[in-house]
């Protein structure tokens, strides 16, 4: 489905840090944003309470199952012509993201094997809501602390997918320190990032992946 979005600049240079963090555009910054936040139940009180004026126009494709899951878990706001500015904008300004301004914004492609398992779900997700496994990843490794016990335990190395990813530099170097103190690779640190992103928010397809 094709949305106009109407947004304030500040809601707008908070989506470009954002992007810029995460190392993706501006689309898969909101379709992410939406897919994880879509189940916090909110009034339109909150939704029109950090609204100013509608300064950046945007449109953009949105896939079917994302409006479908914004209408069910917000069944007040449905009547309401311009939801989709107000949640964008809602999302948005509800907090910020600190930066380091010596955060290098150049990527690192890597190339790894991930359990099929972990696979068949995020290209799950990724076909029903246009969430990037990349975007999965990112967002994982900015926000979220690995078990390595465990997540070495849930690597299933002989039942494999290989596939391309990118990461901000800055996370990289995460990576690369996690593996000089820890002695593991990056085929299981990937593998373990996205599956704490499966654990935060894989609720919302879970009567498809059964």
Same mark, same amino acid.
Do not use: C
């Given at each position: 489905?094709? +949305?106009a979005? #109407? ?5 707008? #240079?908070?989506? *470009? ?16 944003? !939406? ?6 139940e ?11 004026v509608?300064?950046? =126009?945007? $449109?953009?494709?949105?896939?079917d ?8 878990? $917000?069944?007040?706001?449905?009547? +309401? #012509?311009?939801?989709?500015s107000?949640?964008?904008?809602h ?9 380091? %301004?010596n !955060?290098?914004t150049?990527?690192? =492609?890597?190339v ?10 995020? $290209? ?7 969430? &990037?496994i990349?975007s999965?990843?990112?967002? &994982? ?9 465990n997540?070495?335990k ?10 391309n ?13 996690? =593996?000089?103190?820890?002695?593991v *690779?990056? *085929?299981i640190?990937?593998d373990?990032?996205?599956?704490k992103?499966? %654990?935060?928010? #894989?609720?919302?397809? %879970?009567?498809?992946?059964?």
């Amino acid at each position: 489905m094709k +949305i106009a979005l #109407n947004i304030s600049s500040e809601a707008k #240079n908070e989506l *470009n840090k954002r992007s810029k963090l995460l190392g993706i555009t501006n689309s898969a910054t909101i379709h992410l944003l !939406w897919y994880i936040n879509v189940r916090e139940e909110l009034s339109f009180d909150d939704l029109t309470k950090s609204y100013v004026v509608k300064e950046t =126009q945007m $449109q953009m494709q949105v896939k079917d199952y994302l409006i479908d899951l914004f209408e069910e878990n $917000q069944p007040t706001l449905k009547k +309401i #012509n311009n939801k989709y500015s107000l949640y964008i904008e809602h999302l948005l300004s509800k907090d910020q993201w600190s930066t380091n %301004e010596n !955060w290098l914004t150049n990527k690192k =492609q890597m190339v790894v094997n991930i359990s099929n398992d972990t696979y068949r779900k995020i $290209q799950f997700i990724k076909e029903k809501t246009n969430v &990037s496994i990349k975007s999965m990843l990112n967002y &994982s490794l900015l926000n979220f602390e690995l078990d390595l016990e465990n997540s070495v335990k849930m690597y299933d190395d002989k039942d494999t997918v290989k596939i391309n990813v990118s990461v901000p530099k800055y996370l990289k170097d995460v990576m690369t320190d996690i =593996q000089k103190r820890y002695e593991v *690779n990056n *085929n299981i640190l990937v593998d373990g990032y996205i599956r704490k992103f499966l %654990e935060n928010f #894989n609720g919302y397809l %879970e009567k498809y992946l059964k």
